[in-house]
C-alpha cells in the first residue's frame, strides 16, 4: 500500500500550491522596538539561557524585521506561492509594517492575489505518526494518535467532543489518582454545536514518527510529550533504529506522513487539508545539502501517492524553513532552512542550499521529477 513510486510523471494537481515558512519569533529580531512589550519566549530566553543549547535568544534572529525585503526576494527567486509567517511569539511582519507601501510590496509579492481566493479558516496541528513497537500495543498506539488530535477532535469530528478514548481513560485514571472529577472535563451539549464543523480546511505540520512501547524508567527531557513518551499514557517513544537521522529529534520516515494523512481522513472524512509545515533539520551549515534534498523529495512523493492513490484533498505543502532561524530551545543550532543564514555575520548574510534549487524545480514544474 505503501510504495514508494508515483504515477502521472509525479506531477501535481493543477491549482496544487507550494510554499515556505517561518515563525515570528524565530526570525524577526527587533525584539524591543517600536514600544513592543517582551512576548513569552523573550521573557524565557532572556531569564533561562541554561535551558537553550547554545544559551543563545530571538534578539536579532534572522533580524527580518529590517531585512525583510531581502526575504521577499528570495521567496520570490524560489518562485514560492505563498510564504506564511506565524504568530509564535512575537507580532508579524504585517502588524510590524505600518507604512503602507511596504504592505502592499510585501502582501503582493508573496501571495499571488489573482489565485488566491476567498480567505480560509482552519487549525493547525502539529503531528508525530505513531506506530505501535509491539504487534500487542495497538490500542495505547491509538491513544496516543487520538491525544495528538485533542485540540482538533471538537471541531473536525462528527461527532465533536473530546476523543472517546481519550475521554474515557483519562477519566479512569484521574479516578485512579483520587481526583473528584475528570482532569479532562467533558463538552457540554452547547460547547459542541457552538465548535464542531466550524473549519474550511485541516492544516498539518509534520516532521517524524515514532514507535509507542510501554513506559521504561527513564529520565524525560525538557519537552517529554510529544517526542519521547507520556507518564500519563504510561509509554515511552522511539524511532525505528532503520529510520534516517537528522539533528536531535529528528528522524525521517517519510510514509508516516502518508499514513498521518489517512489516518485523519478517517478520523474526520473527506476534509481538505493543508500541509503547512515539513522540513528536515542538521547541526553543519553544509550547501550541498543533499540529506534535506532527499527528505523533501521522498515526503512530497508521499504527498502525490496519498493524492494519487488514496484519493485524498491535499491542496498546499509548506517547506519549513525558508531560512535557517532560533530553534527554540535548540537555539542556533539546528539548521532547517532552504537558506543559510550567518549569525556570526552583523548583516545576517543569507545564501541559498541546493535544497532551495530543488524546490525551485518542483515548483516551476509542478512535479517531483526535476
Known sequence: MFAASCNAAGKFPPGFRFGAATSSYQVEGAWNVSDKTPSVWDKFAHENP??????????????????????????????????SEYFKGNCTLFAMYKIEAKFDFF????????????SKVGLTNNHIWYEAGTPDYEEKTELARNLAAIYAHPIYS??????????????????????PRSK?????????????????????????SRLVFPEENITGPYNFWPIFGSRELGITLKPD????????????????????????????????IKILENGFST???????????????????????????DGL?????????LMDNYEWIGG??????????????????????????????????????V
Open 50 to 83: 541554561e535551558l537553550i543549547s547554545d544559551r543563545s535568544n530571538g534578539d536579532v534572529a534572522c533580524d527580518s524585521y529590517h531585512l525583510w525585503e531581502e526575504d521577499v526576494a528570495i521567496a520570490k527567486k524560489i518562485g514560492l506561492h505563498f510564504y
Open 107 to 118: 502582501q503582493n509579492v508573496l501571495v499571488n492575489d489573482t489565485n488566491a481566493g476567498p
Open 158 to 179: 462528527k461527532k465533536g467532543g473530546w476523543p472517546a478514548n481519550v475521554e474515557k481513560y483519562i477519566k479512569k485514571k484521574s479516578k485512579e489518582e483520587g481526583y
Open 184 to 208: 479532562l472535563p467533558a463538552f457540554t451539549r452547547e460547547e459542541i454545536e457552538f465548535v464542531r464543523g466550524t473549519f474550511d480546511y485541516y492544516g498539518i505540520n509534520y516532521y517524524t
Open 241 to 272: 533504529p532503520s529510520w534516517k537521522a537528522g539533528h536531535e529529534w529528528l528522524v525521517s520516515y517519510p510514509a508516516g506522513l502518508r499514513k498521518q494523512l489517512i489516518w485523519l481522513v478517517q478520523q474526520y472524512g473527506d476534509i481538505e
Open 283 to 309: 547541526r553543519d551549515r553544509e550547501m550541498n545539502d543533499l540529506d534535506r534534498i532527499e527528505y523533501y523529495k521522498d515526503h512530497l512523493e508521499q504527498v502525490l501517492l496519498s493524492i494519487k492513490e
Open 313 to 321: 484533498n491535499i491542496t498546499a505543502y509548506t517547506a519549513w524553513s
Open 332 to 369: 542556533y543550532t539546528s539548521k532547517f532552512g532552504l537558506t543559510d543564514v550567518d549569525f556570526e555575520d552583523p548583516k545576517r548574510k543569507r545564501t541559498l542550499r541546493a535544497s532551495a534549487s530543488y524546490y525551485a524545480a518542483v515548483i516551476k514544474k509542478h512535479s517531483i521529477n
